[in-house]
């Protein structure tokens, strides 16, 4: 018998405000044509002046619980991935924590960037096997509109703010890929990369949030080429192939990264849960709010294999493959 780490709710949050391509023409030399035809991004939702990314989660966190038919009582341990965090510390998990009303247990932050939120899994799972934990809320949180230079349009229009939750459970499985649950991961970073995607400012550097620099094009490179490449390690370690993939839930960063992934796993885009066009990119939130959207279309069956995978700064990236 193995402990597997099964999903048993999901859930998002994504600020009122809707902001459309249109708007940055009036403030940039750029276009909604380019910023369509380039990256698939359509809208992007952004947090209101004083709404937090613990106060994106919380809400997240709660509609994750009540799809799960749970109450803050029922959970263990709350890991949060953010880039964004509402202070340098306590940590947003423990922000939630105390917002749900939670007083036992534990909580912490994981930050990988747009990786985060599989990294955050991979924590949880491994939390989970260790008997640490039976219940646990992942959350994927950020307010990257926070760290936006909006005089810089390779950057300013590509991010976007949200929160998505999953709850996962404790359940017996036995030990192969017919199981539900987490069935492998896949983790990797690289930090030779740092200058192609960072933040330039920090506590222990400038005293400031600092703002995203990024040499996209070269991103994107990495991308196309390491987010393949992690899907097929993670399904191998699974035992499983990528023509028993039912959906790749990929980072929403860009539709073409997006369409060259899934073209080199050999999967037809009907098999890709799309947010990009609605959401942009939320770095460490897009997983887990692409999950809990497709989820509440109903778009999973139980036993369908997901593989997710994400890129970011670091560089950091992984995948995650798991039955629902
Ligand atoms: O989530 C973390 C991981 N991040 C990513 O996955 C992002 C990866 N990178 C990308 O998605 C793409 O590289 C971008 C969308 C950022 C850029 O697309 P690209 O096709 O790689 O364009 P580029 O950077 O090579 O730039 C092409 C041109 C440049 O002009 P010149 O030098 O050819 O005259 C840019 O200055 O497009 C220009 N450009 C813009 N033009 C209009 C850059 N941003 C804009 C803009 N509007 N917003």
Known sequence: MTRRAVVRGTGHYLPERI???????????????????????????????????????MRAAQAAL???????ADIDAVIVATSTPDLTFPSVATMIQSGLGIQRGFAYDVQAVCAGFVYALANADAMLRAGLADRLLVIGTETFSRIMDWTDRSTCVLFGDGAGAVVLEAAEGKGDNTDRGILALDLNSDGRYRDLLYVDGGVAS?????????QGNLVFRHAVEKLAATAHLALDKAGLSPEQVDWLVPHQANLRIIEATAR?????????VLTVADHGNTSAASIPLALSVADSRGQFKPGDVLV???????????SVVLRW
Not at 66 to 72: I, P, T
Request: glycine fraction near 14%.
């Open 66 to 72: 009540d799809k799960a038919g749970l109450s803050a």
């Open 264 to 272: 080199r796993m050999g999967l037809p885009m009907e098999k890709v």
């Open 19 to 57: 902001v459309d391509n249109k708007h940055f023409e009036q403030m940039l030399d750029t276009t909604d044509e380019w910023i369509r035809t380039r990256t698939g991004i359509e809208r992007r939702h952004f947090a209101e002046d004083g709404q937090t990314t613990s106060d994106l989660g």
């Open 308 to 318: 997710a995978e994400a890129i970011g700064g670091g560089l950091a990236w992984g």
């Open 206 to 214: 400038t005293g400031t949030a600092g703002h995203l620099r990024m």
